[in-house]
């Protein structure tokens, strides 16, 4: 069974911690996602990347930076922690090739910054 | 990326059929057709993609118009375990695959 695993289903951190979120997925795909999902706003993608190393910015990246050393593990940092950060964050994968790719997704990180 | 537009809330009777409707008027001939559903403090969950055709697999069909302006989910015989958020997404098969998700369709099966 194909999976992406986040590390954490909940987690709750100080205001102005170093927040570190892991994600790993067993498919070999080529690219992984981090979003970030708020009531009203439905997925706001903040950062992903299409290869080990590389990465690039979506649509909210202000506030976070990632790290892609290995192919199968994707991982979203929060240099300080602030309260607006709260939020439901979601991994995701997907391969790279000729037609379309499904993504697939992690349980989710419900992370709590007081 | 085409945006799409979908009806934020339906409500379905369990054992009937769910039609969810999705306007993707501004989508071009190389974007394809996908749906994912959320239930309730879960990952999203892809269900079924198109490109041109009508497609239909295990778990619903997509009803794609000849003009590809706008499309349909069906899921034939919905249960209570379909309540959930079901977004509507069109994208290139681009690189990234990225997934641009508006706020979708809130399903409920209602007994």
């Known amino acids: 069974d194909v999976k992406v695993t986040q590390s954490s289903r909940y987690l709750v951190k100080r205001t102005g911690e170093k927040v570190f979120l892991e994600c790993v997925q067993d498919?070999?795909?080529?690219?992984m996602f981090w979003y970030r999902q708020d009531p009203g706003l439905g997925l706001r993608l903040i950062y992903f990347s299409y290869d080990v190393k590389m990465k690039e910015k979506g649509d909210i990246p202000e506030g976070y930076s990632v790290s892609r050393e290995k192919k199968e593990r994707f991982s979203l940092i929060l240099e300080s922690a602030s309260t607006n950060q709260t939020s439901m964050y979601l991994c995701a994968s997907s391969s790279t090739g000729t037609g379309a790719n499904e993504a697939f997704f992690g349980q989710g990180t419900r992370l709590t910054v007081v | 990326d085409a945006k799409t537009t979908q009806p934020p809330s339906m409500d379905c009777a369990e054992g009937r059929a769910a039609n969810l409707p999705c306007n993707h008027s501004t989508i071009s001939g190389n974007e394809y057709v996908y749906w994912y559903r959320q239930i309730h403090s879960q990952g999203p969950q892809y269900i079924i993609h198109?490109?041109?055709n009508n497609e239909t697999n295990e778990m619903a069909s997509l009803i794609i118009t000849e003009d590809r302006k706008s499309s349909t989910l069906i899921l034939p015989h919905a249960t209570l375990r379909d309540t959930a958020v079901y977004y509507c997404?069109?994208?290139?098969?681009?690189?990234?695959?990225?997934?641009?998700f508006g706020t979708g369709t809130r399903l409920t099966v209602i007994p």
């Open positions: 997404i069109v994208r290139v098969d681009s690189g990234a695959n990225n997934l641009f």
């Open positions: 498919m070999d795909h080529e690219n």
């Open positions: 198109g490109l041109k």
